[in-house]
């Protein structure tokens, strides 16, 4: 009954932001503005970078804040991810429909990532021997096939971490299927992914929320979706549990500072949601609609004011380029 109550409340908050046009002065201008905004080439407008953060299960949530942003016709001219967030961050950039990446995150399972299993995690607590992460290349490559970063509609980076040296690994470059296996390869369960002898895991580690990577590629005006963990009240209750929280907890203050460098943030109420609870990615993406809906308004109002500054600047006090 929760779930459903939540799905049922995200329809009618995507429904209420499309039926109740403001047709106040304020309301016109602001949609005259955006028309403006949206349809010029890119560029003669701010390049607007989304980024994705990571977060496991509960990342899940950008999913639904894709939907909102999509309806909205929200320019989005560069994605960066990290773990889940490059995940979901990957098949959006390569141009896969948001409801396809809908149906396959709320059939989300330990499995899909991993051989994961029950099995498998004794092996991993007696024997020592590391699971694998490859089901989530292969889930990747049944998506968007071997598509290399340059082939990608929309430019996409995202982050691992070498953990022999503690190195923040960005890839902007080769094939996007490896990439994002090692940008979720969550360390000590996973056995780390081999790439240009360097040894990969989850980029959480050291970049939760990757700002940066969407600067990189040229991004002026940056959205955060952020999905972090109430790591305070958690009780983790196996060794992927117990893995996930430390680097919540690392991600969280990481987190501190790289929101500051994001013009605008949307963080869904997730906090609850643990790694194992697979089941519950159908809520974590209806509450992030219901965030998303919420802020959209303010992020547009945001966007333009950062276009119309932009604008005077360029036009200088002389009022001409």
């Known amino acids: 009954m929760k779930l459903a109550g939540l799905l049922l409340a995200s329809l009618l908050c995507v429904q209420a932001a499309g ?8 309301g016109l201008l602001r949609a005259h503005l955006w028309r403006d905004l949206t349809s010029r080439p890119r560029s003669r407008r701010p390049t607007v970078g989304l ?58 399972s330990l499995g899909m990532a991993s051989n994961f299993n029950s099995v498998r995690l004794v092996q991993l607590m007696l024997a020592d021997k590391l699971l694998s992460s490859e089901n989530t290349e292969k889930l990747i490559r049944a998506e968007i096939g071997g598509l290399r970063f340059d082939q990608l509609p929309i430019p996409f980076a995202c982050v691992a971490m070498d953990i ?18 090692a940008s979720m390869n ?10 240009r002898q360097r040894f990969l895991v989850d980029g959480g580690v050291v970049d939760y929320v990757p700002v940066d990577a969407a600067r990189a590629m040229g991004a002026q ?32 203050i990481l987190a501190r500072e790289q929101k500051k460098q994001a013009q605008f943030l949307i963080s869904p109420r997730v906090g ?8 519950r990615a159908p809520e974590a993406m209806a509450k992030g609609v219901i965030a998303a809906t919420k802020a959209l308004r303010p992020a547009m109002e945001s966007l333009l004011l950062f276009s119309l ?13």
């Open 272 to 279: 609850d949601i643990g790694v194992t609870e697979t089941a």
């Open 19 to 26: 039926a109740s046009p403001d047709y106040s002065p304020d």
């Open 221 to 252: 005006w940056v959205l955060a979706s952020t999905a972090e963990s109430d790591y305070r009240s958690a009780q983790p209750r196996s060794v992927l549990e117990m893995f996930e929280q430390v680097i919540d907890i690392r991600g969280s």
């Open 51 to 108: 980024v994705l953060s990571a977060g496991s299960t509960r990342a899940t949530t950008h999913v639904g804040v894709l939907q909102v942003l999509g309806q909205a016709g929200f320019p989005i001219d560069a994605v960066a991810g990290t773990s889940m967030g490059a995940v979901i961050g990957s098949m959006y950039a390569a141009g896969r429909p948001v409801r396809r990446i809908w149906e396959i995150m709320a059939s989300l």
């Open 186 to 195: 969550l360390p000590g369960v996973f056995t780390p992914v081999p790439y």
């Open 164 to 181: 022999r040296t503690g190195e923040r690994v960005l890839f902007r470059e080769g094939d996007v299927a490896t990439a994002v296996r």
């Open 309 to 321: 500054e932009s604008l005077a600047r360029d036009w200088g006090p002389e009022g001409r380029r």
